[in-house]
């Protein structure tokens, strides 16, 4: 897991302001981290060391407990990712419904394995648990969309498409 980075980390006056405006609705200031955390990667495209110290300062907690909710989440990166990340989940609907096949058939695809991204930096492949959408099973997430019922034609579509953007 790579954590380092020399990027410096600084939210803008009106992101900080945002953070100050979601704080309010809270008890407790940390109940905002994950927003926080959202604007990290949004802006910085992952979440480095740096990225959870500066969580940390600002919402008074220490980096430790910043690091148990990067890594608890799957939604969090904490590498760099390629421009289309590809999330399979394999948890049990998922693995019942061919989602090892797709996972084979998407590295087969790109020519990389799970955790690694193309050369291009088109694609990364993750593999993740429960996307919280059994019923629809097999299920990808591509960046912040699902695709759902998938089977190996679809999936070599979607690929196609997204190499074609
Ligand atoms: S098991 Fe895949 S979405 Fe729930």
Do not use: W
Request: glycine fraction near 6%; include cysteine.
């Amino acid at each position: 897991m790579k954590l380092e980075s020399t990027v410096e980390v600084q939210f803008s006056e009106q992101e900080l302001q945002t953070i100050e405006n979601l704080k309010t609705r809270y008890l407790k200031p940390d109940s905002v981290i994950l927003e926080v955390l959202y604007l990290l990667q949004e802006k910085y495209g992952y979440i480095t060391r740096e990225g959870m110290k500066y969580a940390a300062d600002l919402l008074g907690i220490t980096e430790e407990h910043v690091l148990g909710v990067v890594t608890f989440y799957s939604m969090f990166n904490t590498q760099p990712v390629g421009k289309y990340h590809l999330q399979v989940c394999t948890n049990v609907s998922c693995m019942l419904k061919g989602a090892y096949s797709l996972l084979k058939k998407i590295e087969s695809e790109l020519n990389i394995k799970k955790g690694e991204t193309t050369p291009d930096g088109l694609f990364t492949i993750s593999e993740v648990e429960c996307l919280g959408s059994c019923g629809t099973a097999p299920v990808i997430q591509i960046n912040e969309d699902y695709y759902e019922d998938l089977n190996e034609e679809k999936v070599t579509q979607i690929i196609k498409e997204l190499k074609n953007r």
